[in-house]
């Protein structure tokens, strides 16, 4: 292939920037190129993404911490910008992508360096820290929502809403009929913090949902992702209520519960939104109060403003209060069909094509290596 190109994608830990590089490397492999991702320990070994990529772990800081803390991660961004310099001799990268995360900083701070293009992905509604650091520098920012705050009016010309890549398995859900759902039939609940899990689901879910009246409860099946300290008692108190529920610390194939599920509970991460509204699931959202700028309330606009979802502050998440919530989406066949439709319609199911498009619409200042060497061949069969 000519146009084969070498891709360095660099990605912080958490599945909210993990998933949707990995969706972009499958989509840029199936292309033809060659892409490599740079990442921390827990990045690279993140369950079921990355095994057929070429990975690469590099020292990354994470500012903070007194003027000590500054110091060592001043150090470990240094050192990882030096590795990652070595590494794009050998790689040649036709472009470096990052998103966002600290861990993509070293790489991106390297390639500035050594002159190769870059562009960032920003997969919340507000820009993260790490990309509001580099914005200024990079040839391309691609971003998830149509309204992004944090950005400056400079860098507009240079801005691409995307949207945010999603697994093909997930998008593939697109196509699959929201789950049947008849008024005695069985309702599934799916319940997931984001890659870490949320204690407070842990805590509120299984109480709220006992509160059910009776006919409804014995209707409920629950699938309940559950941080590892939590998920003795999370248990405990489904058995307790009588609820079925299976539970895990990370769900390994969570396109098909997102497949069967006909209400999810979630946090609002941004793959979590992007994989609703790309398989048109109607949620009950409770946003990370503590996540940078309060991201996570942004990232849950589109979706509850279109009627997709429910936003619930955290400190108004009551057991009491998510029982109304599920009991009145529950009882309303219609309207969980219509939410359902509503989430599905802020979906971007082109997000990993179309940066990948942009991507490899940035060149590198030099050609990639294969139609180098036939231009010099055919301007030396010229001389
Ligand atoms: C705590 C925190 O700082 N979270 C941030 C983190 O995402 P965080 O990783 O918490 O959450 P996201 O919703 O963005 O992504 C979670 C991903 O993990 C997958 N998953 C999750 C649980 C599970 O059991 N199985 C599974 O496969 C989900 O399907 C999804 O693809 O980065 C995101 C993108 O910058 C931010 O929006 C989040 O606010």
Redesign the pocket.
């Given at each position: 292939m000519t146009n084969a190109r070498s891709y360095v994608l660099a990605a912080g830990g958490?599945?909210?920037?993990m998933?949707p590089a990995a969706a972009l490397a499958a989509e840029l492999a199936s292309r033809g190129h060659h892409v490599a991702l740079v990442s921390d320990d827990r990045g690279v070994r993140f369950p079921g993404l990355f095994e057929d990529v070429e990975t690469h772990v590099l020292p990354a800081g994470r500012l903070g911490g007194g003027p000590l803390g500054y110091l060592r991660a001043g150090r470990n961004v240094l050192a990882g910008r030096s590795m990652a310099l070595r590494l794009y001799k050998e790689l040649k990268p036709a472009a470096v992508i990052g998103f966002?995360g600290y861990p993509a900083l070293p790489s991106l701070l390297a390639a500035f360096r050594a002159g190769i293009p870059t562009v960032i992905h920003e997969?919340?509604a507000v820009l993260?820290r790490v990309n509001r650091f580099v914005a200024g520098r990079v040839k391309a920012i691609a971003t998830s929502y149509d309204q992004v705050e944090r950005m400056k009016p400079g860098w507009t010309a240079k801005t691409h809403l995307v949207g945010n890549p999603v697994r093909e398995a997930v998008l593939r859900l697109r196509e699959r009929p929201y789950p049947a759902l008849d008024e005695d039939g069985i309702f599934r609940v799916l319940v997931?913090g984001?890659?870490?899990g949320a204690t407070v689901l842990s805590q509120v879910v299984p109480d709220g949902l006992a509160l059910l009246p009776v006919h409804f409860r014995r209707r409920l099946q629950v699938t309940h992702?559950a941080r590892i300290e939590d998920i003795d008692s999370v248990r405990a108190k489904y058995q307790a209520h009588e609820i079925p529920a299976d539970l895990?610390t990370?769900?390994a194939d969570?396109p098909e519960a997102l497949a069967w599920a006909h209400v999810v509970i979630a946090?609002a991460?941004?793959?979590?939104i992007a994989?609703l509204t790309a398989a048109g699931r109607p949620a009950i959202l409770v946003p990370?109060p503590s996540?940078t700028d309060d991201?996570?309330t942004a990232?849950a606009r589109e979706i509850t403003k279109a009627g997709g979802a429910r936003t619930i502050p955290q400190r108004a998440f009551t057991a009491a209060e998510l029982a109304k919530q599920i009991q009145k989406l529950g009882l309303d066949t219609q309207g969980l069909e219509n939410a359902a439709v509503r989430a599905r319609s802020c979906g971007r199911p082109h997000a990993a094509s179309d940066l990948a498009d942009l991507v490899e619409s940035i060149h590198a200042p030099t050609a990639p290596i294969a139609i180098r060497r036939k231009a010099i061949q055919g301007r030396l069969a010229h001389a």
């Open positions: 958490t599945g909210g920037h998933v966002g997969q919340n993260g997931t984001g890659s870490q992702q895990a990370y769900i969570m946090r991460g941004a793959s979590t994989e990370l996540a991201h996570q990232n």
